[in-house]
Protein backbone atom coordinates (compact mmCIF):
# COMPACT_ATOMS: atom_id res chain seq x y z
CA UNK A 1 0.00 0.00 0.00
CA UNK A 2 2.76 2.20 -0.32
CA UNK A 3 2.11 3.64 -3.32
CA UNK A 4 -1.41 5.24 -2.37
CA UNK A 5 0.70 7.00 0.41
CA UNK A 6 2.17 9.32 -2.35
CA UNK A 7 0.86 11.81 -4.14
CA UNK A 8 -1.36 10.73 -6.95
CA UNK A 9 -0.17 11.23 -10.71
CA UNK A 10 -3.42 11.34 -11.52
CA UNK A 11 -7.60 11.33 -10.27
CA UNK A 12 -10.56 10.94 -12.30
CA UNK A 13 -13.88 12.17 -10.07
CA UNK A 14 -17.18 10.85 -11.91
CA UNK A 15 -15.97 12.05 -15.16
CA UNK A 16 -18.36 10.87 -18.02
CA UNK A 17 -18.22 11.61 -22.00
CA UNK A 18 -21.09 12.13 -24.04
CA UNK A 19 -20.84 12.39 -28.12
CA UNK A 20 -23.31 13.85 -29.62
CA UNK A 21 -27.40 14.25 -28.68
CA UNK A 22 -30.78 13.31 -29.03
CA UNK A 23 -31.27 9.59 -30.24
CA UNK A 24 -27.42 9.59 -31.55
CA UNK A 25 -26.41 9.94 -27.89
CA UNK A 26 -23.40 7.85 -26.97
CA UNK A 27 -21.94 7.61 -23.77
CA UNK A 28 -18.68 6.63 -23.75
CA UNK A 29 -17.72 7.21 -20.15
CA UNK A 30 -20.53 6.95 -17.37
CA UNK A 31 -19.40 8.15 -14.08
CA UNK A 32 -15.75 6.89 -14.22
CA UNK A 33 -13.55 7.21 -10.77
CA UNK A 34 -9.61 6.10 -10.88
CA UNK A 35 -6.61 6.91 -8.85
CA UNK A 36 -2.74 6.26 -10.46
CA UNK A 37 -0.32 6.83 -8.10
CA UNK A 38 3.23 6.88 -8.77
CA UNK A 39 5.41 3.91 -10.06
CA UNK A 40 2.09 2.11 -10.91
CA UNK A 41 2.07 0.26 -14.31
CA UNK A 42 -2.01 -0.29 -14.88
CA UNK A 43 -3.43 -2.15 -17.64
CA UNK A 44 -7.24 -1.06 -18.98
CA UNK A 45 -8.74 -3.97 -20.87
CA UNK A 46 -11.84 -4.26 -22.76
CA UNK A 47 -13.76 -5.13 -25.94
CA UNK A 48 -14.21 -2.84 -28.52
CA UNK A 49 -16.63 0.16 -28.08
CA UNK A 50 -16.36 -0.89 -24.40
CA UNK A 51 -14.71 2.81 -23.78
CA UNK A 52 -10.81 2.66 -23.38
CA UNK A 53 -10.13 4.66 -26.63
CA UNK A 54 -12.25 7.60 -24.67
CA UNK A 55 -10.80 6.68 -21.62
CA UNK A 56 -7.17 7.07 -23.20
CA UNK A 57 -7.86 10.60 -24.92
CA UNK A 58 -9.23 12.35 -21.67
CA UNK A 59 -6.01 10.56 -19.45
CA UNK A 60 -3.72 11.89 -22.39
CA UNK A 61 -5.45 15.38 -21.94
CA UNK A 62 -5.85 14.81 -25.77
CA UNK A 63 -10.10 15.52 -25.26
CA UNK A 64 -11.69 17.38 -22.16
CA UNK A 65 -14.33 15.29 -20.18
CA UNK A 66 -18.59 16.32 -20.44
CA UNK A 67 -18.58 16.19 -16.59
CA UNK A 68 -16.53 15.03 -13.80
CA UNK A 69 -13.29 16.46 -12.76
CA UNK A 70 -9.93 15.14 -13.69
CA UNK A 71 -6.75 16.40 -11.42
CA UNK A 72 -3.05 15.88 -12.85
CA UNK A 73 -0.52 15.82 -11.04
CA UNK A 74 -3.37 17.62 -8.85
CA UNK A 75 -4.13 20.30 -11.07
CA UNK A 76 -7.47 20.45 -12.66
CA UNK A 77 -7.29 19.75 -16.09
CA UNK A 78 -10.90 19.43 -17.14
CA UNK A 79 -11.43 23.52 -17.46
CA UNK A 80 -8.10 23.98 -19.22
CA UNK A 81 -7.63 25.91 -22.60
CA UNK A 82 -6.16 24.30 -25.18
CA UNK A 83 -2.80 25.71 -24.58
CA UNK A 84 -2.55 24.76 -21.55
CA UNK A 85 -3.41 21.06 -22.70
CA UNK A 86 -0.89 21.11 -25.30
CA UNK A 87 1.50 22.00 -22.50
CA UNK A 88 0.38 19.38 -20.09
CA UNK A 89 0.81 16.47 -22.98
CA UNK A 90 3.89 17.90 -23.59
CA UNK A 91 6.14 18.57 -20.13
CA UNK A 92 3.84 15.29 -18.36
CA UNK A 93 2.94 12.97 -20.83
CA UNK A 94 4.56 10.45 -23.13
CA UNK A 95 2.38 8.79 -25.79
CA UNK A 96 2.97 5.14 -27.07
CA UNK A 97 0.38 4.46 -30.06
CA UNK A 98 -0.54 1.84 -31.95
CA UNK A 99 0.38 2.68 -35.24
CA UNK A 100 3.74 4.27 -33.62
CA UNK A 101 2.96 7.31 -35.62
CA UNK A 102 6.90 8.44 -36.48
CA UNK A 103 7.41 11.30 -38.96
CA UNK A 104 8.44 9.29 -42.05
CA UNK A 105 10.83 12.44 -43.19
CA UNK A 106 12.87 12.37 -40.03
CA UNK A 107 15.71 9.79 -38.71
CA UNK A 108 14.87 7.87 -35.52
CA UNK A 109 16.56 10.73 -33.47
CA UNK A 110 14.95 13.75 -34.81
CA UNK A 111 11.76 11.54 -34.07
CA UNK A 112 12.59 10.98 -30.57
CA UNK A 113 14.05 14.78 -30.51
CA UNK A 114 10.06 16.18 -31.90
CA UNK A 115 8.35 16.82 -27.97
CA UNK A 116 11.60 18.96 -27.06
CA UNK A 117 11.09 21.56 -29.80
CA UNK A 118 7.73 22.26 -28.19
CA UNK A 119 9.63 23.19 -24.80
CA UNK A 120 12.91 25.36 -23.61
CA UNK A 121 15.49 22.53 -24.12
CA UNK A 122 18.85 22.37 -24.55
CA UNK A 123 21.17 19.43 -25.56
CA UNK A 124 18.46 17.91 -27.77
CA UNK A 125 20.44 15.78 -29.85
CA UNK A 126 22.46 14.61 -26.37
CA UNK A 127 19.09 14.25 -24.78
CA UNK A 128 17.20 12.42 -27.54
CA UNK A 129 20.38 9.50 -27.54
CA UNK A 130 20.24 9.21 -24.26
CA UNK A 131 16.74 8.07 -25.03
CA UNK A 132 17.21 5.80 -27.72
CA UNK A 133 20.26 4.16 -25.55
CA UNK A 134 17.13 3.27 -22.89
CA UNK A 135 15.36 1.53 -25.52
CA UNK A 136 19.01 0.09 -26.76
CA UNK A 137 18.48 1.55 -30.39
CA UNK A 138 22.28 3.61 -30.05
CA UNK A 139 23.07 1.92 -33.33
CA UNK A 140 20.09 2.72 -35.40
CA UNK A 141 19.85 6.83 -34.29
CA UNK A 142 20.34 7.84 -38.02
CA UNK A 143 17.88 5.56 -40.11
CA UNK A 144 14.64 6.37 -41.16
CA UNK A 145 11.19 4.25 -39.92
CA UNK A 146 10.91 2.79 -42.90
CA UNK A 147 14.40 1.13 -42.27
CA UNK A 148 13.71 -0.03 -39.08
CA UNK A 149 11.30 -3.31 -38.59
CA UNK A 150 8.01 -2.81 -36.42
CA UNK A 151 9.50 -4.07 -32.91
CA UNK A 152 12.34 -1.09 -33.75
CA UNK A 153 9.79 1.65 -34.20
CA UNK A 154 7.70 1.09 -31.36
CA UNK A 155 10.71 1.86 -29.23
CA UNK A 156 11.98 4.75 -30.73
CA UNK A 157 8.46 5.74 -30.14
CA UNK A 158 8.62 4.53 -26.59
CA UNK A 159 11.79 6.61 -26.28
CA UNK A 160 10.34 9.67 -27.88
CA UNK A 161 7.83 9.28 -24.99
CA UNK A 162 10.40 9.24 -22.72
CA UNK A 163 12.46 11.80 -23.97
CA UNK A 164 10.75 14.47 -22.33
CA UNK A 165 11.01 12.77 -18.55
CA UNK A 166 7.23 12.91 -17.80
CA UNK A 167 5.15 11.80 -15.11
CA UNK A 168 2.89 9.55 -17.17
CA UNK A 169 3.81 7.03 -19.61
CA UNK A 170 0.32 6.40 -22.22
CA UNK A 171 0.21 3.48 -24.33
CA UNK A 172 -2.60 2.69 -26.58
CA UNK A 173 -2.33 -1.27 -27.78
CA UNK A 174 1.55 -0.96 -27.87
CA UNK A 175 1.42 -4.33 -29.01
CA UNK A 176 -1.35 -4.49 -31.65
CA UNK A 177 0.59 -3.76 -34.88
CA UNK A 178 3.45 -6.15 -33.74
CA UNK A 179 4.01 -9.81 -34.09
CA UNK A 180 4.41 -11.57 -30.75
CA UNK A 181 8.56 -11.82 -30.19
CA UNK A 182 8.34 -7.86 -31.19
CA UNK A 183 5.75 -7.97 -28.56
CA UNK A 184 7.34 -9.45 -26.01
CA UNK A 185 10.35 -7.02 -26.64
CA UNK A 186 8.15 -4.28 -26.37
CA UNK A 187 6.00 -5.46 -23.13
CA UNK A 188 9.89 -6.14 -21.35
CA UNK A 189 11.03 -2.60 -22.22
CA UNK A 190 7.75 -1.06 -21.15
CA UNK A 191 8.14 -3.14 -17.87
CA UNK A 192 11.85 -1.85 -17.35
CA UNK A 193 11.07 0.81 -17.60
CA UNK A 194 8.26 1.20 -14.99
CA UNK A 195 10.89 -0.62 -12.93
CA UNK A 196 12.70 2.14 -12.71
CA UNK A 197 10.26 4.19 -11.42
CA UNK A 198 8.27 5.73 -13.98
CA UNK A 199 4.20 5.17 -13.87
CA UNK A 200 2.44 3.72 -16.94
CA UNK A 201 -1.76 3.50 -18.05
CA UNK A 202 -1.39 0.57 -20.65
CA UNK A 203 -4.71 0.41 -23.11
CA UNK A 204 -5.02 -3.04 -24.46
CA UNK A 205 -7.53 -5.93 -25.05
CA UNK A 206 -5.17 -8.85 -24.99
CA UNK A 207 -4.84 -10.68 -21.91
CA UNK A 208 -1.81 -11.49 -21.51
CA UNK A 209 -0.86 -8.28 -22.86
CA UNK A 210 -2.47 -7.05 -19.44
CA UNK A 211 -0.52 -9.87 -17.94
CA UNK A 212 2.47 -7.42 -17.07
CA UNK A 213 0.88 -4.50 -15.24
CA UNK A 214 0.19 -4.96 -11.78
CA UNK A 215 -2.94 -3.74 -11.98
CA UNK A 216 -5.82 -4.75 -14.27
CA UNK A 217 -8.68 -2.45 -14.56
CA UNK A 218 -11.75 -3.43 -17.02
CA UNK A 219 -13.80 -1.24 -19.22
CA UNK A 220 -17.43 -2.10 -20.40
CA UNK A 221 -20.17 -0.27 -21.91
CA UNK A 222 -18.26 3.02 -20.19
CA UNK A 223 -18.33 1.44 -17.52
CA UNK A 224 -15.03 0.57 -15.85
CA UNK A 225 -13.72 -1.28 -12.43
CA UNK A 226 -10.88 -2.93 -11.00
CA UNK A 227 -10.15 -6.20 -12.47
CA UNK A 228 -8.00 -8.63 -11.17
CA UNK A 229 -4.63 -7.60 -9.15
CA UNK A 230 -1.82 -9.21 -11.17
CA UNK A 231 1.50 -9.33 -9.35
CA UNK B 1 8.44 27.68 -29.56
CA UNK B 2 10.93 30.32 -30.39
CA UNK B 3 11.31 31.91 -33.94
CA UNK B 4 14.75 30.04 -34.74
CA UNK B 5 12.92 26.94 -34.22
CA UNK B 6 9.86 27.54 -35.83
CA UNK B 7 11.99 28.38 -38.84
CA UNK B 8 13.94 25.67 -37.97
CA UNK B 9 11.16 23.17 -38.00
CA UNK B 10 9.55 24.82 -41.33
CA UNK B 11 12.60 24.50 -43.00
CA UNK B 12 13.27 20.55 -41.79
CA UNK B 13 9.20 20.02 -42.72
CA UNK B 14 10.87 21.56 -46.70
CA UNK B 15 13.78 19.38 -46.94
CA UNK B 16 12.07 16.56 -45.59
CA UNK B 17 9.49 16.38 -48.18
CA UNK B 18 12.20 17.07 -51.08
CA UNK B 19 9.21 15.66 -54.11
CA UNK B 20 6.54 18.10 -52.50
CA UNK B 21 8.20 20.88 -51.63
CA UNK B 22 10.17 20.46 -55.56
CA UNK B 23 6.59 20.44 -56.85
CA UNK B 24 5.15 23.27 -55.08
CA UNK B 25 7.61 25.66 -56.74
CA UNK B 26 7.73 24.55 -59.64
CA UNK B 27 3.89 25.20 -59.62
CA UNK B 28 4.87 28.83 -58.45
CA UNK B 29 7.85 28.99 -60.92
CA UNK B 30 5.53 28.08 -64.17
CA UNK B 31 2.77 30.32 -63.08
CA UNK B 32 5.23 33.36 -62.63
CA UNK B 33 7.52 32.50 -65.48
CA UNK B 34 4.37 31.85 -67.47
CA UNK B 35 2.76 35.08 -66.97
CA UNK B 36 5.69 36.72 -67.27
CA UNK B 37 6.03 35.10 -70.93
CA UNK B 38 2.73 35.23 -72.25
CA UNK B 39 2.12 39.33 -71.52
CA UNK B 40 5.91 40.04 -72.48
CA UNK B 41 4.65 38.52 -75.60
CA UNK B 42 1.37 40.15 -75.93
CA UNK B 43 2.65 43.76 -74.92
CA UNK B 44 5.48 42.86 -77.81
CA UNK B 45 2.86 42.06 -80.72
CA UNK B 46 0.66 44.68 -79.31
CA UNK B 47 3.29 47.13 -79.29
CA UNK B 48 4.17 46.62 -83.33
CA UNK B 49 0.53 46.04 -84.60
CA UNK B 50 -0.11 49.51 -83.02
CA UNK B 51 3.27 51.30 -84.38
CA UNK B 52 2.17 49.64 -87.68
CA UNK B 53 -1.58 50.97 -87.32
CA UNK B 54 0.11 54.50 -86.74
CA UNK B 55 2.38 54.14 -89.67
CA UNK B 56 -1.04 54.22 -92.17
CA UNK B 57 -1.21 57.49 -90.63
CA UNK B 58 -4.26 57.66 -88.56
CA UNK B 59 -4.19 61.46 -88.02
CA UNK B 60 -4.25 62.62 -91.57
CA UNK B 61 -6.29 64.38 -93.52
CA UNK B 62 -6.15 64.43 -97.44
CA UNK B 63 -7.95 67.44 -99.06
CA UNK B 64 -8.78 67.48 -102.85
CA UNK B 65 -10.08 69.61 -105.05
CA UNK B 66 -14.01 69.17 -106.61
CA UNK B 67 -15.05 68.07 -110.37
CA UNK B 68 -14.62 70.28 -113.08
CA UNK B 69 -18.09 70.94 -114.98
CA UNK B 70 -18.12 71.67 -118.42
CA UNK B 71 -21.69 72.06 -120.66
CA UNK B 72 -23.04 69.88 -117.79
CA UNK B 73 -20.87 67.09 -117.30
CA UNK B 74 -18.70 66.54 -114.54
CA UNK B 75 -14.86 65.79 -114.74
CA UNK B 76 -15.26 64.12 -111.55
CA UNK B 77 -13.53 64.67 -107.81
CA UNK B 78 -10.36 66.32 -107.93
CA UNK B 79 -10.32 67.24 -111.89
CA UNK B 80 -10.84 71.55 -110.31
CA UNK B 81 -7.77 73.36 -110.13
CA UNK B 82 -9.20 75.27 -107.27
CA UNK B 83 -6.74 74.25 -104.61
CA UNK B 84 -3.60 77.30 -104.39
CA UNK B 85 -0.77 78.16 -102.40
CA UNK B 86 -2.71 80.49 -100.34
CA UNK B 87 -4.79 77.54 -99.22
CA UNK B 88 -1.47 75.94 -98.08
CA UNK B 89 -0.63 79.46 -96.39
CA UNK B 90 -3.85 79.77 -94.53
CA UNK B 91 -4.06 76.11 -93.17
CA UNK B 92 -0.04 76.38 -91.93
CA UNK B 93 -1.29 79.46 -89.90
CA UNK B 94 -1.45 78.16 -86.26
CA UNK B 95 -3.89 81.01 -85.36
CA UNK B 96 -6.39 79.98 -87.62
CA UNK B 97 -5.95 75.96 -87.69
CA UNK B 98 -4.33 75.33 -84.03
CA UNK B 99 -5.10 71.70 -84.57
CA UNK B 100 -3.45 71.19 -87.77
CA UNK B 101 -0.04 70.01 -87.29
CA UNK B 102 2.04 69.52 -90.76
CA UNK B 103 0.18 70.90 -94.06
CA UNK B 104 1.99 69.78 -97.75
CA UNK B 105 0.74 70.59 -100.83
CA UNK B 106 1.41 68.21 -104.07
CA UNK B 107 1.58 68.14 -107.54
CA UNK B 108 2.18 65.28 -109.15
CA UNK B 109 2.77 63.68 -112.58
CA UNK B 110 4.43 60.08 -114.04
CA UNK B 111 7.60 60.60 -115.40
CA UNK B 112 10.47 58.29 -116.69
CA UNK B 113 14.05 58.52 -114.41
CA UNK B 114 16.60 57.46 -115.79
CA UNK B 115 20.39 56.54 -113.81
CA UNK B 116 23.47 55.47 -115.20
CA UNK B 117 22.12 51.71 -114.63
CA UNK B 118 19.01 51.70 -115.49
CA UNK B 119 15.35 53.64 -116.24
CA UNK B 120 12.30 53.36 -114.27
CA UNK B 121 8.85 55.39 -114.85
CA UNK B 122 7.12 56.06 -111.73
CA UNK B 123 4.94 58.85 -110.07
CA UNK B 124 7.16 62.04 -108.95
CA UNK B 125 5.25 64.40 -106.47
CA UNK B 126 6.28 68.16 -106.12
CA UNK B 127 6.02 69.11 -102.44
CA UNK B 128 6.93 71.02 -99.50
CA UNK B 129 9.44 70.48 -96.13
CA UNK B 130 5.87 69.19 -94.52
CA UNK B 131 5.70 65.68 -96.84
CA UNK B 132 7.23 63.68 -94.63
CA UNK B 133 5.33 64.67 -91.34
CA UNK B 134 1.70 65.02 -93.41
CA UNK B 135 2.29 60.99 -94.69
CA UNK B 136 3.60 59.97 -91.84
CA UNK B 137 7.02 58.68 -93.20
CA UNK B 138 10.86 58.92 -92.62
CA UNK B 139 13.93 59.20 -94.74
CA UNK B 140 16.01 56.10 -94.21
CA UNK B 141 19.39 57.31 -95.60
CA UNK B 142 20.23 60.42 -96.56
CA UNK B 143 18.05 64.02 -95.81
CA UNK B 144 15.05 65.30 -96.99
CA UNK B 145 14.72 68.80 -98.77
CA UNK B 146 14.53 72.02 -96.83
CA UNK B 147 12.61 75.30 -97.12
CA UNK B 148 15.45 76.68 -98.52
CA UNK B 149 15.67 73.97 -101.27
CA UNK B 150 12.15 75.13 -101.86
CA UNK B 151 12.64 78.42 -101.95
CA UNK B 152 15.58 78.22 -104.30
CA UNK B 153 13.79 75.85 -106.56
CA UNK B 154 16.49 73.13 -106.01
CA UNK B 155 16.41 70.14 -108.19
CA UNK B 156 16.97 67.44 -105.41
CA UNK B 157 14.89 64.63 -105.37
CA UNK B 158 14.14 61.62 -102.43
CA UNK B 159 13.08 58.50 -103.97
CA UNK B 160 11.08 55.87 -102.20
CA UNK B 161 13.11 52.35 -101.96
CA UNK B 162 11.44 50.23 -104.95
CA UNK B 163 12.30 53.18 -107.08
CA UNK B 164 15.97 53.78 -105.82
CA UNK B 165 16.19 49.91 -105.77
CA UNK B 166 14.72 49.93 -109.54
CA UNK B 167 16.74 53.05 -110.90
CA UNK B 168 19.89 51.37 -109.19
CA UNK B 169 20.25 54.78 -107.36
CA UNK B 170 21.74 55.92 -104.03
CA UNK B 171 22.18 59.06 -101.98
CA UNK B 172 24.59 61.09 -104.14
CA UNK B 173 23.59 60.22 -107.60
CA UNK B 174 22.31 62.55 -110.25
CA UNK B 175 19.59 60.92 -112.14
CA UNK B 176 17.07 62.33 -114.94
CA UNK B 177 13.32 63.19 -114.01
CA UNK B 178 11.92 64.18 -117.61
CA UNK B 179 15.40 64.59 -118.75
CA UNK B 180 16.36 67.11 -116.60
CA UNK B 181 19.12 66.10 -114.15
CA UNK B 182 17.97 66.00 -110.01
CA UNK B 183 20.10 64.94 -107.52
CA UNK B 184 18.93 62.02 -105.43
CA UNK B 185 19.30 63.24 -101.58
CA UNK B 186 17.54 60.68 -99.73
CA UNK B 187 15.73 57.57 -100.13
CA UNK B 188 12.41 57.00 -98.10
CA UNK B 189 11.52 54.15 -95.52
CA UNK B 190 10.31 50.95 -96.84
CA UNK B 191 5.87 51.11 -95.91
CA UNK B 192 4.97 48.57 -98.19
CA UNK B 193 1.46 49.18 -100.18
CA UNK B 194 -0.86 51.93 -99.09
CA UNK B 195 -4.14 51.64 -100.23
CA UNK B 196 -3.63 50.77 -103.80
CA UNK B 197 -0.65 52.97 -104.54
CA UNK B 198 2.87 51.43 -103.55
CA UNK B 199 3.83 53.93 -101.03
CA UNK B 200 7.65 52.65 -101.77
CA UNK B 201 7.62 53.44 -105.24
CA UNK B 202 7.47 57.43 -105.97
CA UNK B 203 10.02 60.44 -105.99
CA UNK B 204 9.55 63.92 -104.29
CA UNK B 205 10.97 66.94 -105.09
CA UNK B 206 10.15 70.73 -104.33
CA UNK B 207 7.27 71.66 -105.32
CA UNK B 208 8.76 74.90 -107.05
CA UNK B 209 11.54 72.51 -108.89
CA UNK B 210 8.16 70.60 -110.11
CA UNK B 211 6.17 73.71 -111.31
CA UNK B 212 9.29 74.85 -113.39
CA UNK B 213 10.24 71.37 -114.73
CA UNK B 214 7.90 68.82 -114.21
CA UNK B 215 4.00 69.86 -114.27
CA UNK B 216 4.24 72.93 -115.97
CA UNK B 217 1.19 75.26 -115.32
CA UNK B 218 0.01 77.66 -112.80
CA UNK B 219 2.96 77.75 -109.94
CA UNK B 220 0.17 78.71 -107.68
CA UNK B 221 -2.24 76.05 -108.16
CA UNK B 222 -1.94 72.42 -106.34
CA UNK B 223 -3.12 69.31 -107.07
CA UNK B 224 -4.08 68.13 -103.44
CA UNK B 225 -3.17 69.28 -99.61
CA UNK B 226 -1.96 66.86 -97.34
CA UNK B 227 -2.52 67.59 -93.56
CA UNK B 228 -1.92 66.13 -90.32
CA UNK B 229 -3.67 66.64 -87.19
CA UNK B 230 -1.17 67.28 -83.58
CA UNK B 231 -2.68 64.31 -83.16
CA UNK B 232 -4.82 61.14 -83.35
CA UNK B 233 -6.71 62.44 -80.61
CA UNK B 234 -7.59 65.81 -82.83
CA UNK B 235 -8.54 64.48 -86.18
CA UNK B 236 -11.79 65.71 -85.77
CA UNK B 237 -11.35 69.01 -84.53
CA UNK B 238 -8.60 69.91 -87.50
CA UNK B 239 -11.01 68.43 -89.91
CA UNK B 240 -13.48 71.22 -88.69
CA UNK B 241 -10.66 73.69 -89.31
CA UNK B 242 -9.32 72.93 -92.66
CA UNK B 243 -13.47 72.70 -93.54
CA UNK B 244 -14.33 76.50 -91.53
CA UNK B 245 -11.44 77.78 -93.55
CA UNK B 246 -11.44 76.72 -96.57
CA UNK B 247 -15.23 77.41 -96.91
CA UNK B 248 -14.44 81.24 -96.35
CA UNK B 249 -11.65 81.26 -98.87
CA UNK B 250 -13.62 79.60 -101.17
CA UNK B 251 -16.83 81.52 -100.62
CA UNK B 252 -17.23 82.50 -104.31
CA UNK B 253 -16.66 79.86 -105.98
CA UNK B 254 -19.35 77.85 -103.93
CA UNK B 255 -21.95 76.38 -106.34
CA UNK B 256 -25.51 77.46 -106.65
CA UNK B 257 -26.38 74.67 -104.73
CA UNK B 258 -24.03 75.81 -102.34
CA UNK B 259 -21.33 72.72 -102.74
CA UNK B 260 -18.53 73.38 -102.06
CA UNK B 261 -15.51 72.80 -104.58
CA UNK B 262 -12.76 70.52 -102.61
CA UNK B 263 -13.26 67.64 -100.62
CA UNK B 264 -11.59 66.80 -97.11
CA UNK B 265 -10.69 63.05 -96.50
CA UNK B 266 -10.22 61.36 -92.87
CA UNK B 267 -8.72 57.91 -92.49
CA UNK B 268 -11.13 57.45 -90.42
CA UNK B 269 -11.66 53.49 -91.12
CA UNK B 270 -7.81 53.39 -90.36
CA UNK B 271 -8.80 56.06 -86.92
CA UNK B 272 -11.42 52.64 -85.77
CA UNK B 273 -10.13 49.65 -87.22
CA UNK B 274 -6.75 50.83 -84.89
CA UNK B 275 -8.91 51.68 -81.65
CA UNK B 276 -10.75 48.51 -82.13
CA UNK B 277 -7.25 46.72 -82.45
CA UNK B 278 -5.83 47.93 -79.42
CA UNK B 279 -8.67 47.20 -77.80
CA UNK B 280 -9.24 43.22 -78.70
CA UNK B 281 -5.57 43.30 -77.99
CA UNK B 282 -5.54 44.45 -74.89
CA UNK B 283 -8.56 42.06 -73.67
CA UNK B 284 -6.45 38.83 -75.37
CA UNK B 285 -3.72 39.98 -73.15
CA UNK B 286 -5.57 40.55 -69.80
CA UNK B 287 -7.57 36.68 -70.94
CA UNK B 288 -4.32 35.14 -71.35
CA UNK B 289 -2.42 36.76 -68.29
CA UNK B 290 -5.73 35.64 -66.21
CA UNK B 291 -5.55 32.60 -67.69
CA UNK B 292 -1.75 31.86 -66.90
CA UNK B 293 -2.16 32.85 -63.35
CA UNK B 294 -5.57 30.86 -63.02
CA UNK B 295 -3.66 27.62 -63.90
CA UNK B 296 -0.95 28.01 -62.13
CA UNK B 297 -2.92 29.07 -58.93
CA UNK B 298 -4.52 26.04 -58.93
CA UNK B 299 -2.01 23.83 -59.55
CA UNK B 300 0.01 25.22 -56.54
CA UNK B 301 -3.47 25.00 -54.41
CA UNK B 302 -3.45 21.19 -55.64
CA UNK B 303 -0.55 20.28 -54.03
CA UNK B 304 -0.76 22.64 -51.47
CA UNK B 305 -4.04 20.82 -50.34
CA UNK B 306 -3.07 17.26 -50.69
CA UNK B 307 -0.05 18.11 -48.75
CA UNK B 308 -2.10 18.66 -45.82
CA UNK B 309 -4.67 16.28 -46.35
CA UNK B 310 -1.55 14.30 -46.06
CA UNK B 311 0.24 15.92 -43.01
CA UNK B 312 -3.41 15.69 -40.85
CA UNK B 313 -1.67 12.88 -39.17
CA UNK B 314 2.34 14.90 -38.32
CA UNK B 315 -0.49 17.46 -37.13
CA UNK B 316 -1.95 15.35 -34.80
CA UNK B 317 1.30 13.89 -33.38
CA UNK B 318 2.61 17.21 -33.53
CA UNK B 319 -0.36 18.32 -31.25
CA UNK B 320 -0.60 15.17 -29.10
CA UNK B 321 3.53 15.72 -28.23
CA UNK B 322 2.16 19.23 -27.34
CA UNK B 323 2.55 21.59 -30.28
CA UNK B 324 0.17 24.36 -29.72
CA UNK B 325 -2.24 25.42 -32.57
CA UNK B 326 -0.38 29.11 -32.97
CA UNK B 327 3.11 26.31 -33.52
CA UNK B 328 1.67 24.76 -36.04
CA UNK B 329 0.46 27.37 -37.90
CA UNK B 330 3.72 29.29 -38.02
CA UNK B 331 5.48 26.12 -38.93
CA UNK B 332 3.02 26.18 -41.59
CA UNK B 333 3.93 29.83 -42.33
CA UNK B 334 7.54 29.14 -42.44
CA UNK B 335 7.33 26.41 -44.80
CA UNK B 336 4.04 27.91 -47.68
CA UNK B 337 6.25 31.67 -47.42
CA UNK B 338 9.60 30.07 -48.43
CA UNK B 339 8.18 27.73 -50.87
CA UNK B 340 6.46 31.09 -52.29
CA UNK B 341 8.90 33.31 -52.14
CA UNK B 342 11.58 30.45 -53.86
CA UNK B 343 9.46 29.60 -56.30
CA UNK B 344 8.06 33.14 -56.90
CA UNK B 345 11.37 34.64 -57.59
CA UNK B 346 13.01 31.67 -59.67
CA UNK B 347 9.81 32.25 -61.43
CA UNK B 348 10.68 36.14 -61.96
CA UNK B 349 14.15 34.53 -63.00
CA UNK B 350 13.07 32.14 -65.36
CA UNK B 351 10.34 34.64 -67.08
CA UNK B 352 13.66 37.43 -67.42
CA UNK B 353 15.39 34.71 -68.82
CA UNK B 354 13.14 33.31 -71.37
CA UNK B 355 12.42 36.76 -72.30
CA UNK B 356 15.76 37.43 -73.25
CA UNK B 357 16.34 33.40 -75.06
CA UNK B 358 12.92 34.01 -77.10
CA UNK B 359 13.78 37.08 -78.89
CA UNK B 360 17.10 35.71 -79.52
CA UNK B 361 16.21 32.45 -80.86
CA UNK B 362 12.80 33.37 -82.69
CA UNK B 363 11.22 36.22 -84.43
CA UNK B 364 9.36 36.76 -81.35
CA UNK B 365 9.36 39.90 -79.59
CA UNK B 366 8.99 39.74 -75.48
CA UNK B 367 8.43 43.08 -73.89
CA UNK B 368 8.48 42.55 -69.89
CA UNK B 369 7.05 45.41 -68.19
CA UNK B 370 6.79 45.61 -64.40
CA UNK B 371 3.33 45.41 -63.96
CA UNK B 372 2.63 42.02 -64.87
CA UNK B 373 5.97 40.39 -62.91
CA UNK B 374 4.52 42.18 -59.61
CA UNK B 375 1.13 41.02 -59.87
CA UNK B 376 2.12 37.64 -61.08
CA UNK B 377 4.66 36.92 -58.28
CA UNK B 378 1.96 38.50 -55.59
CA UNK B 379 -0.99 36.44 -56.88
CA UNK B 380 1.07 33.37 -57.41
CA UNK B 381 2.81 33.51 -53.36
CA UNK B 382 -0.56 34.40 -52.33
CA UNK B 383 -2.43 31.33 -53.11
CA UNK B 384 0.82 29.08 -52.39
CA UNK B 385 0.38 30.96 -48.87
CA UNK B 386 -3.52 30.92 -48.56
CA UNK B 387 -3.85 27.16 -50.05
CA UNK B 388 -0.85 26.55 -47.74
CA UNK B 389 -1.84 27.82 -44.35
CA UNK B 390 -5.73 27.78 -44.69
CA UNK B 391 -6.46 24.29 -44.67
CA UNK B 392 -3.11 23.64 -41.70
CA UNK B 393 -4.67 26.32 -39.59
CA UNK B 394 -8.06 23.89 -40.04
CA UNK B 395 -5.83 20.84 -39.35
CA UNK B 396 -4.24 22.73 -36.41
CA UNK B 397 -7.52 23.31 -34.69
CA UNK B 398 -8.95 19.38 -34.99
CA UNK B 399 -9.16 17.10 -31.94
CA UNK B 400 -5.66 15.77 -31.88
CA UNK B 401 -7.09 12.44 -31.74
CA UNK B 402 -9.28 12.69 -34.84
CA UNK B 403 -6.15 14.06 -36.46
CA UNK B 404 -4.47 11.03 -35.76
CA UNK B 405 -6.61 8.64 -36.71
CA UNK B 406 -6.75 10.18 -40.55
CA UNK B 407 -5.37 8.57 -43.20
Known sequence: MDATLGREVLR?????????????????????????????FVAVMGPSGSGKSTLMNILGCLDVPTSGRYLFGGEDVSTMSERELAHVRNRRIGF??????????????????????????????????????????????????????GGQQQRVAIARALVTNPDLILADEPTGNLDSASSR???????????????????????DVAAVARRVLEMSDGRLREGALVT | MSLLRTLETGLRGILGHRLR???????????????????????????????????????LLTITPGSTRAAGVFGGAGTAASLTMQDVDGLMSKDNAPDVGAVAPVVQRSEPMVSLASNWTSTVQGSSTGWLT????????????????????????????????????????TITVNRIPFTVIGILNTVGGQGFQNGDDLGVVPITAAHDVLTGGDPNSVQRILLSATSGDTVGSAYQEADQLLLNTHASSLGSSGTPDFT?????????????????????????????????????????LVSVTERTNEIGLRKALGATPGDLLRQFLVEASTLSVVGGLLGVGAGLLAGVLIPHFTTIGVTITATPVLVAVLVAAGVGLIFGVYPAARAARLAPIEALRAQ
Open chain 1, 12 to 40: LESVSKVYGSGDARVVALNDVSLSVHPGE
Open chain 1, 96 to 149: VFQQFHLLTAMSAWRNVELPLLYRSAHDRRETAMRALEMVGLSNRVDHRPNQLS
Open chain 1, 185 to 207: DVLALLQEINASGRTIVMITHEH
Open chain 2, 21 to 59: SVLTTLGILFGVAAVICTVGIGTASADSVNARIASLGTN
Open chain 2, 134 to 173: ANARSVASGEFFTQDDVNKHALKIVLGSTTATNLGASVGD
Open chain 2, 264 to 304: IQAQSSFLSTAQSVTTTLTILLASVAAISLLVGGIGVMNIM
